[in-house]
């Protein structure tokens, strides 16, 4: 597919990512997107940091929590270091617009194009007759949620590479379909690097997860120092020293996983970490690890409990930035409606 409209696009460089309010964020979200949030900052023009809570009704949370939830993860946002006064932070079922391109894109995005969505096809099992339609066309509202601002980059891990590659074929078609070759950007993905990935602490070849039903597979941003030590004592290693290169972490997903995080969190190079701990138990590198984690976690902690502790504070943060989205994404949905040719009066 050709990037010509992404090449004519001029618009301003503009992100946009978001998180769903589901379960408690963990050290995987943390390192593998927040820590991304704050830097992409000082990189473009603007960035579009959302809490996605219509995708997350496609799991069936419980209607009594999903607005607390949406507050944590905002709150989780701020305390990462996400400026709500440079950085637009909102949740995304308070701008409707979302919602009604989604509807256009569902009329331009074809079957067989979410058929072949991985995802999809992990989290509805052998049941997919069984699952929801949002479930199905989840990845069409990702690309309503990104275009609606005509997001320019957007953060993503290696699991969500084909949802961006859907929206990029959405806009595409959209502009071809509709004869505005330039509307859309092709939104380009700004891959993550190190700690982009971080595994399970107690299986290194699953993906940290907040749906985990086990609480010891994932570092919490507000677990406690006795609580990250009692998970990290307790991950799976095996009953050999540390390597002391890069190349003896190979067919050992556990151990490197946990050298990976040390690094992440410390800032270093794995080599780095491997010269200072290679050759060492366990018994050495574990409290190390859980050292360097409850530091670092410690202020997120503390800025987490503190915004939580004040929802009206939090809840006026985030009017501001919805006030502020919907500047940006209603002139965007009146253009989308000129050019479908819906009737206005």
Excluded at 86 to 112: D, K, P, T, Y
Aim: hydrophobic share 40%.
């Amino acid at each position: 597919m050709t990037d010509t409209p992404s090449q004519q696009y001029s618009g301003p460089r503009r992100v946009f990512s978001g998180m769903q309010p589901t379960n408690g964020l963990h050290l995987g979200n943390y390192l593998g997107a927040l820590q991304k949030f704050v830097a992409l900052q000082d990189a473009f023009e603007s960035c579009i940091y959302c809490v996605v809570d219509l995708h997350a009704i496609t799991a069936g949370p419980d209607p009594k929590e999903l607005a607390a939830k949406s507050r944590e993860v905002a709150a989780a946002y701020i305390a990462a270091g996400v400026d709500p006064t440079r950085s637009i932070i909102f949740i995304q079922s308070a701008v409707r617009e979302h919602s009604e391109l989604a509807w256009v894109f569902n009329c331009v995005a074809r079957m067989g194009w979410l058929e072949r969505m991985t995802q999809f096809k992990d989290k509805a099992g052998k049941h997919a007759e069984r699952s929801s339609v949002g479930l199905f066309d989840y990845p069409v509202l990702q690309a309503a949620d990104i275009l609606l601002y005509k997001a320019t980059h957007v953060p993503v891990g290696e699991d969500q590479k084909q949802h961006l590659e859907l929206s990029r074929d959405i806009a595409q078609k959209f502009n071809n379909d509709y004869e505005a070759p330039a509307f859309f950007p092709l939104p380009e993905p700004l891959i993550q690097g190190p700690g982009a990935r971080i595994m399970s602490l107690r299986d290194g070849t699953k993906k940290m997860s907040k749906s985990d039903p086990s609480d010891m597979t994932r570092i919490n941003l507000t677990d406690d120092a006795d609580t990250i030590m009692n998970k990290i004592k307790k991950a799976t290693t095996d009953p050999h020293p540390l390597p002391e290169a890069k190349e003896g972490l190979a067919g050992r997903p556990e151990v490197e996983n946990l050298v990976g995080i040390y690094a992440a969190v410390s800032d270093r190079g794995v080599d780095d970490v491997l010269k200072e701990f290679g050759g060492k138990g366990f018994g050495a590198f574990k409290p190390a690890l859980a050292e360097v984690l409850a530091a670092k976690l410690a202020p997120i902690a503390a800025d987490m409990r503190r915004l939580n502790a004040d929802p009206a504070a939090l809840d006026a943060i985030l009017a501001d930035g919805a006030d502020r989205a919907r500047a940006i994404a209603q002139p965007i949905m009146a253009e989308v409606r000129d050019v479908v040719g819906f009737w206005r009066a």
